[in-house]
């Protein structure tokens, strides 16, 4: 089976030999993936709606890899009991989205020792709350597909040493890891920014003033931090 790029990358960063739960299943594409090419032992596969989970079955039995992959409905992490997984691949869905599910699940939390993130919009949130929640970010990645860029985040329990607020909007460790898509990814942060300038600047009111002082106090820190690249 061939990965897009996002779903390539979210593989490879799964550790070897573990159980996995796949959140958000769709298609089973990716515990497929991982069984096929020896990447996780078992694999849930979890779904909130019975059609996607009618799919993933589908391949599933298309693949014969009853034995390996498992299928439940449930929302989040909700249908995993403690220490049943090793790691959980939470990818595809909003930040906030994510945020409400490891919040429902902070005792299977306990017992995962790795999280996959991809969160497709609030990433900075999602980084604020593990900071807050005392995870820490090991690994992060970009995949671009199309015109559009993902952020991959590989997650641990531990304490997460934030040095500025910049570094929720763009992970350290896409800047320690040099990634190839890095200054695209901070042209386009630029450009959010620069737009938000344009449409608030005219505007006198006290709020409109205060996203002015931000967005300026943005690109600024955004600027030093591709300067250093």
């Not at 641990?156 to 896409?174: N, T």
């Not at 920014?193 to 608030?200: F, H």
Request: hydrophobic share 40%.
């Amino acid at each position: 089976m061939k990965l897009t790029p996002r779903l390539k990358i979210i593989a490879d960063l799964v550790p070897k030999g573990n159980v996995v739960a796949d959140i958000g299943t769709d298609h089973a594409y990716l515990p497929v993936y991982l069984i096929k090419n020896n990447i996780a032992n078992k694999v849930i596969a979890i779904d909130i709606n019975a059609g996607p989970l009618d799919n993933a079955k589908k391949n599933i039995k298309r693949y014969n890899l009853q034995n390996n992959i498992e299928t439940r409905i449930g929302s989040g992490l909700q249908p995993i009991r403690p220490n049943e997984i090793d790691a959980a691949i939470i990818a595809g869905m909003g930040g906030l989205l994510v945020i409400d599910i490891l919040e429902q699940s902070k005792d299977v939390l306990e017992t995962i020792d790795t999280l996959i993130l991809q969160p497709m919009v609030a990433q900075d949130e999602v980084r604020k709350w593990l900071h807050k929640n005392n995870f820490k970010i090991d690994n992060e990645k970009l995949a671009k597909e199309g015109n559009k860029l993902y952020e991959i985040m590989v997650v641990s329990k531990g304490e997460m040493y934030i040095q500025d607020s910049i570094y929720y909007e763009i992970g350290i460790k896409l800047i320690d890891n040099k990634d190839p898509y890095l200054c695209q990814f901070i042209d386009e942060k630029l450009k959010k920014y620069y737009d938000i300038l344009k449409n608030v600047e005219e505007q006198k009111t006290l709020k409109a003033k205060e996203k002015l002082l931000e967005c300026q106090t943005k690109i600024k820190k955004l600027k030093e931090v591709k300067e250093c690249l």
